[in-house]
């Protein structure tokens, strides 16, 4: 069994900043991309951002310059810090991470979600 567990939503006002957690825990052999998305009321689920088992990175332009995505591959963790938050980004934020489980199967795993609140 693999779960990833996240920490750190909350409620802030614009302008402000918040640091996301997702830590990947169970019978993990390998962990390849990690990601976070986001699902605001009545939305689809969008990518806000991605990083490699190598540190490569990739951002939705809306959080590009605000937002910054790092991992710490010993503690199969994977952060977001938000910064300069708009009301606009208010939504559920998901954990994503691709994992090789004990039985040497990939697969693609998500967080329960932790909501996020910016108010103006």
């Known amino acids: 069994q693999v779960h990833l567990v996240e920490s750190g939503g909350g409620l802030v006002q614009a302008g402000g900043s918040l640091r996301l957690s997702c830590a990947a825990s169970?019978?993990?052999?390998?962990?390849?991309?990690m990601g976070w998305y986001r699902q605001a009321p009545g939305k689809l689920r969008d990518l806000v951002a991605t990083i490699t088992s190598g540190g490569n990175t990739n951002y939705a332009d809306s959080v590009k310059g605000r937002f910054t995505i790092s991992r710490d591959n010993a503690k199969n963790t994977v952060y977001l810090q938000m910064n300069s938050l708009k009301p606009e980004d208010t939504a559920v934020y998901y954990c994503?991470?691709?994992?090789?489980?004990?039985?040497?199967?990939?697969?693609?795993?998500w967080g329960q979600g932790t909501q996020v609140a910016v108010s103006s």
């Open positions: 169970g019978s993990i052999v390998r962990v390849n991309d």
């Open positions: 994503n991470a691709v994992i090789m489980s004990g039985t040497y199967a990939w697969g693609d795993y």
